[in-house]
């Protein structure tokens, strides 16, 4: 929310959708949270996995970097192919 005036003045510039950039960034900080070094804690001591906090973030890197490319994909695909352009709120 810090930025979020700067996101939207830049979509605009841009000519994209203020809504669309402003949740792909919101996105962006919900996967970035699965690689959190707290959140890879918190799994581990509730997990009773503690000390393998290594094992879980090499387990969710990979995860996260599929998922990083999807999401980038959706984006794209929203922001500049024409079919879905329509189901982006301007």
């Known amino acids: 929310m810090l930025f979020g005036s700067l996101q939207r003045i830049t979509a605009e510039q841009l000519g994209l959708s203020p809504y669309l950039m402003c949740a ?15 959140s890879i804690v918190v ?23 599929v998922l990083a490319a999807l999401i980038s994909a959706w984006v794209a695909a929203q922001a500049y192919w ?9």
């Open 24 to 38: 792909a960034n919101s996105t962006g900080g919900v996967m970035g949270k699965m690689i959190d070094a707290q």
């Open 43 to 65: 799994a581990g001591v509730s997990a009773q996995a503690h000390g393998n906090e290594g094992k879980i973030l090499r387990f969710v890197f990979g995860h996260s970097l």
């Open 82 to 90: 024409p079919p879905l352009q329509s189901t982006v709120v301007k």
